[in-house]
């Protein structure tokens, strides 16, 4: 008796939480060819470092480095010399054009491979209420660096948690065929806790202690960030193999349920 009492639980619990995340609120499927479509998608641009001594040059509105295609957007990562950098990519926001507050943010994608690549499926603070990164917090749903070809992570950063005093909150993932499989990556993220999976399969999760923004600023709308970097302080810390560029990752599609 005592397994059938924990299985319907087990059981209602999942249905209750399909139905939380069961209404689509805004997705792109990428059913068109070009530029990404401008009314969901804008970009990050420059060559600074990003805060992590990034190598590449994010470009604008430039095909080679975002296009859509038969159905996939790639956004592809070039070794090429453009404004005093030694590389090119795309850094893709929906910053004002999709912004939430809870939900479910499903990523179908394949990612790129090589030493010193770093692509990114991530969540930033939209108006940062809160202030300056990492009082604001950010929300890293799937990050992968090409010398740990068989792994992925989920990682938040806040005030009281981040990587610059050691002490951000992050799990991973095993995964032989990242380059080669396209993967369902997903945040389901309520006002009590956030949980990263990877083709349904829970990564990393992270409560709300109720401790305030130091701990828990995930109570203001975030929106959608997809890139790949080249180099950095983690993703290039052990050098950058120059010979696989250029390098894609590959999105199916992205959906956000509420």
Avoid at 101 to 129: C, D, F, S
Avoid at 178 to 195: G, P
Wanted: proline share 3%; net charge neutral; hydrophobic share 35%.
């Amino acid at each position: 008796m005592k397994h059938i009492l924990s299985f319907c639980l087990l059981w209602c619990l999942q249905l209750s939480l399909e139905a939380q995340f069961k209404k689509l609120v805004w997705s792109d499927e990428f059913n068109y060819t070009g530029l990404p479509d401008s009314t969901k998608w804008g970009y990050d641009v420059g060559g600074h470092g990003w805060g992590n001594n990034e190598k590449q040059f994010y470009t604008y509105a430039r095909q080679q480095n975002a296009f859509v295609k038969d159905g996939k957007l790639t956004i592809k990562a070039i070794r090429e010399k453009y404004e005093n950098n030694g590389y090119t990519s795309a850094r893709l926001i929906t910053k004002n054009k999709g912004d939430w507050k809870y939900g479910r943010i499903e990523v179908k994608a394949l990612l790129p491979h090589g030493r010193g690549i770093w692509p990114a499926i991530w969540m930033l603070p939209t108006n940062w209420e809160y202030g300056g990164w990492p009082h604001s917090g950010e929300i890293d749903i799937m990050e992968h660096v090409g010398y740990l070809p068989d792994s992925v992570f989920g990682t938040v950063h806040t005030l009281a948690y981040h990587h610059s005093i050691g002490t951000h909150k992050s799990a991973s993932i095993l995964k032989k065929d990242l380059s080669k499989k396209y993967h369902i990556y997903a945040l389901e993220w309520t006002e009590n806790e956030m949980k990263m999976l990877v083709d349904e399969q829970v990564m990393f999760t992270f409560k709300n202690e109720k401790k305030g923004s130091a701990v828990w600023p995930f109570d203001k709308e975030f929106h959608l960030l997809l890139n790949v970097a080249v180099g950095g302080d983690w993703g290039g810390s052990r050098g950058i193999d120059e010979s696989v560029y250029p390098q894609e990752m590959v999105v199916d599609y992205v959906r956000v349920y509420q």
